[in-house]
């Protein structure tokens, strides 16, 4: 296994654009993390599933950003209406079920949002 | 709000010195992590430390947990010029609360001097 993979790495998209970013995560693990890293800053959790259940999202996440998991295997994270304050590192990581497992994270993929 | 809170924000010491970081947090834990992330590059998961135990060793680094005090400390001995890094405590508070999930701090960026 290669480990935790995104897609693009780096994003650059005009104001207002929709953006999708794609991460598969370790085959094995049932569990998906979203996270947004700004300059800084320690990684912000935005969501997480559990296979394919969304169990937990973020007052951060607007209504703007949506993310999916459909098979319970890779997922995405589209933002509609991009804007300015969306430019961040957003990171993927995976796990094993329950919360007592660490978690690998994917390289990030950096939005820039112009 | 930020769960977890690392101190010092910054750090720097001598290659071969201690250095040591400390980590606040507010709620109610099943367990806590630490993360270290070089310059441009991933998070990587260095130890978990779960709730109902004091101290864990991993190589160089020790963590300590107290959860009365809510509180967790990350020992590196011997440091080396490969330790300059951000490192984050990250708290799971998963299925616990209504406001469960995985926060990260702010981050301690450790930097070792030749």
């Known amino acids: 296994d290669t480990g935790v993979s995104q897609d693009p790495r780096h994003k650059i998209t005009k104001r207002g654009q929709n953006v999708t970013f794609r991460c598969d995560p370790i085959s094995e693990h049932n569990r998906l993390y979203w996270y947004r890293q700004t300059l800084g800053q320690g990684p912000e959790f935005l969501t997480y599933f559990q296979n394919e259940a969304q169990l937990e999202k973020s007052r951060l996440l607007s209504d703007r950003f949506s993310a999916e998991r459909p098979k319970g295997s890779f997922s995405t994270l589209e933002i509609q209406r991009t804007e300015q304050g969306d430019s961040a590192m957003y990171l993927c990581?995976?796990?094993?079920?329950?919360?007592?497992?660490?978690?690998?994270f994917g390289p990030g993929t950096r939005l820039t949002v112009t | 709000s930020q769960q977890g809170e690392e101190d010092p924000q910054a750090l720097s010491i001598q290659e071969g010195e201690n250095a040591t970081m400390n980590c606040s947090y507010k709620?109610?834990?099943?367990?806590l992590q630490w993360y270290r992330q070089n310059s441009g590059r991933g998070l990587v998961h260095l130890i978990l430390?779960?709730?109902?135990?004091r101290e864990k060793h991993s190589g160089r680094l020790r963590v300590t947990l107290d959860t009365s005090k809510k509180s967790s400390s990350l020992l590196i001995t011997a440091s080396r010029a490969a330790d300059t890094a951000s490192y984050f405590c990250a708290t799971d508070t998963t299925f616990m609360n209504r406001d469960d999930k995985i926060i990260f701090g702010k981050g301690t960026r450790l930097h070792i001097l030749p």
């Open positions: 430390i779960r709730s109902n135990e």
């Open positions: 990581a995976s796990s094993l079920p329950g919360g007592a497992y660490e978690q690998y």
């Open positions: 709620t109610s834990i099943n367990n």
